[in-house]
């Protein structure tokens, strides 16, 4: 893809976190407070990458990525995790004890490992290996931790409302963090061997 034509999709989808993100902030289910706090980390990541993107420009795969989570994110802040409606409506047809959209969103950030990788290769001495796969993960997963940490954190911080218990989206599990972080995990290593079928099949059409 020709640099002009890869720009022209980049700000394509920039448009589309646009629109999503106008949408979020039409009557949020839970206030606008719940939305921030969930919302917040993603569009500080977002203008990050704005502000670089003449310096240091991602490929369009990561930005499709990238475009995926913050969709997910804003989607999950106008509902809340635990009350999206698509996965209300799984969780009450196969009689599930909770919501599992939050458990979804962990499991597809586990692609941000492909932008990871992309970020080592070009930034580092790393080369593509196994090595730099582990590293990858173990970032992804830093990231994962970070974020569970600033949740358990805004319960110390703050009153534990109900903006604060919508943010944390627990559903009565003790275990919350775990299986997120575990879902995160075996989405990082789905990911990775995807994106090795994908490059595999590509080479071979070459």
């Known amino acids: 893809m020709s640099r002009k ?3 022209s999709m980049h700000f394509f989808l920039l448009f589309v976190i646009i629109l999503v993100a106008i949408w979020s902030l039409i009557k949020p289910e839970e206030g606008y407070m719940v939305l921030l706090m ?11 990458l704005i502000s670089r993107y003449n310096k240091f420009r991602l490929t369009t795969v990561s930005y499709a990525i990238i475009t995926l989570l913050a969709i997910l994110t804003f989607i999950g802040g106008h509902y809340s995790y635990s009350k999206v409606p698509l996965f209300t409506w799984i969780k009450d047809y196969f009689d599930l004890q909770r919501n ?3 458990r979804f969103g ?3 950030k586990g692609l ?3 932008i990871i990788i992309e970020i080592l290769l070009r930034k580092t001495a790393l080369y593509k290996s196994k090595t730099t796969n582990f590293i990858a993960i173990c970032i992804t997963l830093s990231i994962g931790a970070f974020y ?5 954190a805004s319960t110390k911080i703050g009153k534990e409302g109900k903006a604060t218990k919508d943010f944390l989206g ?7 963090a775990q299986w997120d972080m575990t879902c995160l995990l075996v989405g990082s290593i789905l990911s990775l061997f995807f994106i090795q079928i994908l490059y595999k099949g590509l ?4």
């Not at 969930?38 to 990050?48: A, D, N, R």
């Not at 627990?170 to 919350?176: A, E, H, V």
């Open 170 to 176: 627990m559903q009565g599990d003790i275990w919350d």
């Open 106 to 108: 962990h499991f597809l």
């Open 38 to 48: 969930e919302v917040f980390p993603s569009v500080f990541v977002l203008l990050f």
């Open 5 to 7: 034509k890869g720009s």
């Open 148 to 152: 569970e940490i600033i949740e358990w």
């Open 100 to 102: 599992n959209y939050d």
């Open 203 to 206: 080479e071979k059409l070459k």
């Open 112 to 114: 941000m490992v492909i």
